[in-house]
């Protein structure tokens, strides 16, 4: 048997309750982008471990001081538990502190809602403050799923909310890389909407010293030692190649089909990723045929340029219709762009392996709807092209 390196450390928890594991070059090169830019903005699948890779980078941050560090839950924030919602990191004054200081900042405010704009404005004048009595050099705001701060939420159509949430980072992105009031301040955002992938957001932000990173799926040989460490504090009605056949290295999922035994998996949740990338896929015919093509697109005829999509490099400029494709599967959480440095193409990649799978499947057996797919195949097919890969 060969002998793989697996990177783990054991006194670190994540929220799954495991170790921490992998992640050696992202971490690397997240340090380096938050100490050469701005606004770092994290993004890549959903469930891939965003969240956990900053949290876990900003542990390491203690040990070397004169760093100061904020980490703000958007998730929490939302259920108004603001103590709850905030960690710090080498400030010497503790968080409910820090939170009392923010809310009394707060609550002159006339808009309850506490906007990414308002909470961040006043929480990085509120830490200056507190930063300047101990006189550390650098603070790192650390926004978690900042697309959920309150301020959005109310909106009842996802496409403002997000428009409303791109003028606000615009702004901010701006104001941290021009004005000098704000000159140590770094913030790091991670969202897992696929829309901040987008050209639309690249080309906002262009100019504001603004970096993205991709955290991509764990990999295969990590992503079984997580398993094993997983199932033996938990248990796990489905084994370690069915999970990495369907989902990837999303240690996400874990929680969730790890509850659910394999039938159910083929006759429950296979349907469901069918269905995802229908819904992506009919979004992108009526979107293809009015604004493209010019004309009513047959849905077989977007199931292949979706295949095209996933197997190639896109040429924006020569491929404008594919482009446009992969632009409203990222927004639709179905593919995510990889930018291959030195080459001008982009991947659009599929979030998970069973993604590939219906298109691929749909394409090859010709289906009007992926719908009219077997989830039994589907599955199945799912599941053996990972033994292909590993025999
Ligand atoms: N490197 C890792 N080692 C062990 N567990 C991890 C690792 N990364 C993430 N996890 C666990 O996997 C789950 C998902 O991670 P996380 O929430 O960070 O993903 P995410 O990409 O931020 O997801 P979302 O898109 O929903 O925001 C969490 O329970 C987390 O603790
Ligand atoms: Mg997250």
Redesign the pocket.
């Known amino acids: 048997m060969e002998m793989v390196a697996v990177y783990v450390d054991r006194g670190y928890r994540?929220?799954?309750g495991?170790?921490?594991?992998?992640?050696l070059v992202e971490l690397e090169r997240l340090d380096k982008l938050v100490f050469s830019h701005r606004t770092v903005i994290v993004y890549?699948?959903?469930?891939?471990?965003?969240?956990?890779?900053v949290?876990?980078w900003l542990r390491g941050l203690q040990e070397r001081g004169r760093i100061a560090a904020v980490y703000v839950d958007a998730r929490r924030l939302r259920g108004q538990h603001l103590v709850r919602a905030l960690e710090t990191r080498g400030l010497l004054v503790d968080k409910k502190n820090l939170a009392e200081r923010l809310l009394e900042v707060l609550k002159d405010l006339d808009d309850r809602s506490t906007g990414l704009l308002q909470l961040t404005y006043h929480a990085i004048d509120v830490l200056i403050d507190v930063i300047r009595e101990y006189a550390s050099t650098r603070i790192i705001l650390f926004i978690?799923?900042f697309h959920l701060l309150p301020r959005y939420m109310h909106k009842s159509d996802p496409a403002s909310k997000y428009l409303d949430a791109l003028d606000d980072l615009e702004a901010l992105a701006g104001l941290l890389a021009k004005d000098p009031h704000y000159s140590n301040i770094t913030i790091v955002l991670?969202?897992?909407e696929g829309f901040t992938a987008t050209d639309l957001v690249l080309s906002k932000l262009h100019g504001y010293s603004t970096a993205w990173m991709l955290?991509e799926h764990?990999d295969v040989d990590?992503f079984r030692a997580?398993y094993k460490e997983y199932v033996s504090l938990k248990s796990c009605g489905v084994d370690v190649d069915e999970v990495l056949g369907l989902v990837g290295g999303?240690?996400?999922y874990?929680?969730e089909l790890c509850m659910l035994d394999r039938n159910t998996v083929v006759e429950e949740r296979v349907p469901m990723w069918i269905a995802e990338v229908e819904t992506g896929l009919s979004r992108a015919r009526n979107v293809l045929s009015a604004e493209i093509f010019r004309r009513e697109l047959e849905p077989r005829e977007v199931i292949r340029l979706a295949y095209e999509l996933i197997n190639n490099d896109i040429a924006p400029l020569r491929e404008p219709h594919l482009h446009a494709l992969g632009q409203i599967l990222t927004t639709y959480n179905i593919v995510y762009p990889v930018y291959p440095r030195g080459r001008d193409g982009i991947r659009y990649k599929p979030q998970y392996p069973v993604y590939r799978t219906v298109i691929e499947l749909g394409y090859r057996e010709g289906v009007e709807t992926l719908l009219d797919l077997d989830p039994h195949r589907v599955y199945q097919e799912a599941v053996a092209k990972l033994h292909g890969h590993k025999p």
């Open positions: 994540t929220g799954l495991t170790a921490f594991y992998d992640r890549g699948p959903r469930g891939v471990g965003k969240s956990e890779l949290r876990y978690d799923e991670t969202v897992s955290v764990l990590h997580l999303t240690p996400g874990l929680p």
